[in-house]
Each structure stands twice: as structure tokens, then as C-alpha cells.
């Protein structure tokens, strides 16, 4: 069974760019789950979707966005970068339809830097 | 905002040694999971343990869980070199269903 996938592996970019992240689930998984983590610390909940629709969001700015495809896959943009949105970005699925109930299967991420 | 948090934030043993590791939160929960972040395999789950659980065993994981002090250990027992990693627990708040992570634990097994 495949497990979760994310592209790019590695991106660079500069202040202001816009960036799309994107993130495939296990087969059979109907909630995505993105997470930030900056060097050394422990995750940061951005957003949540479940069946196409946003479930809930982090403590971030708008211009952190998302959306999920009707086959579960799911996108990250983050507009206006800013230096610390330099970061370790994390999918994760889920079988059941809560983080906090159920086994989370992440990917293995997407490294951002942003001079 | 963080919830969980791990003490130490590391730790270097022997091999064959046990390693113990702590988190403690702020409010009341439903679960408490532990992840394990490595470069090889990234993050994956360990262990759930529900708030109306005291212990919880996985091979050589066990976990306690002791509400009443808002804190939940991790013992690693006979650890070996692929038990490098930096571990986290992860725990709920109430009514928003999202999970709050703790800065983790830097494992280190030295050979």
C-alpha cells in the first residue's frame, strides 16, 4: 500500500513568491492534515479537510490556503512568503475523520526555504 | 500553542539501555498520542493512549498516562541504534479537534 506522498521534495524561493504544495493520501483516506515544522521545534496545526471541505484551521494568516479534490488530494498555497515561513511543511491522512482519535500517516514533506 | 511538552529535550544512552521521556499538558484530554520523527522514515504514530487508560504497551514501547498530574510517559526499553529520533507527543483540546504537539525529545543511542 502506497503511503502518503508530497511534492516537491526541496523548493527555494524568494520574499513575496507564491507557493503551491501539494499532497496525495492513502488510498481509502478522506482527511488531509497540514502541519508547519521550523528547524528543531515540534508541529504547528495549519489545516484540516475531510471529504472536500476545510474542517478547521491553525493560528496562521489568510494568506495560508488550501483546498482538497474530490480524490482526497489536497493542496497548500502560501501566498506573500515571508523569511519565517522557511519550514519543514507536513501532510498527513487519516483514516477516521479526527486527528485526535485516530492514527495520523504523514508524508514526508515538503522543505521550504525562502530567502 | 503549545500543549504538550517533553522533558528532557534530550537524552544520549548507551545501547541496551532504557530511555524514559515525559510530556506534560495543560488542559483536560481525550487521547494522548506519541510520534517518532526520524531522517530515514520521517514521522510516524507510536501509540494512543485514551484519557481512561493508565498504561499502554507496543513491543518495546510503553506508555503511562496519569491524568490527575496532567503528564504522560514514554519508556523505551532495551533501546538499540534505530531507536534514534526525536519524539513527540501530541494531545487534544477540548472541542476543536486538532491535535497540539510538543517540541519533542532528541533521542540519541550511542553504540
Known amino acids: 500500500e502506497a503511503g502518503v506522498t508530497q511534492s516537491p521534495t526541496h523548493l527555494i524561493k524568494t520574499r513575496g513568491q507564491q507557493v503551491t504544495l501539494r499532497c496525495s493520501p492513502i488510498s481509502g483516506h478522506t482527511s488531509v492534515y497540514w502541519y508547519q515544522q521550523a528547524l528543531g521545534l515540534g508541529l504547528q496545526f495549519l489545516l484540516w479537510?475531510?471529504?472536500?471541505?476545510?474542517?478547521n484551521r491553525g493560528n496562521f494568516p489568510p494568506r495560508f490556503s488550501g483546498r482538497q479534490f474530490p480524490n482526497y488530494s489536497s493542496e497548500l498555497n502560501v501566498n506573500a512568503l515571508e523569511l519565517e515561513d522557511s519550514a519543514l511543511y507536513l501532510c498527513a491522512s487519516s483514516l477516521g475523520t479526527s486527528a485526535i482519535y485516530n492514527e495520523q500517516f504523514f508524508g514526508p514533506g515538503t522543505r521550504l526555504t525562502v530567502l | 500553542s503549545q500543549q504538550g511538552e517533553e522533558d528532557p529535550q534530550a537524552l544520549s544512552i548507551q545501547e541496551g539501555e532504557n530511555a524514559t521521556m515525559n510530556c506534560s499538558y495543560k488542559?483536560?484530554?481525550?487521547?494522548l498520542q506519541w510520534y517518532r520523527q526520524n531522517s530515514g522514515r520521517g514521522l510516524v504514530h507510536l501509540i494512543l493512549i485514551r484519557s481512561n487508560e493508565r498504561e499502554k504497551h507496543s513491543g518495546r514501547l510503553r506508555v503511562t498516562l496519569d491524568t490527575s498530574k496532567k503528564s504522560s510517559s514514554l519508556l523505551i526499553t532495551a533501546s538499540r541504534a534505530a531507536d534514534t529520533a526525536s519524539y513527540f507527543c501530541?494531545?487534544?483540546?477540548?472541542?476543536?479537534?486538532?491535535?497540539?504537539w510538543g517540541a519533542g525529545t532528541k533521542l540519541i543511542i550511542k553504540p
Open positions: 488542559t483536560s484530554i481525550n487521547n
Open positions: 479537510y475531510d471529504e472536500g471541505e476545510e474542517r
Open positions: 501530541a494531545t487534544d483540546e477540548d472541542s476543536n479537534y486538532q491535535l497540539i
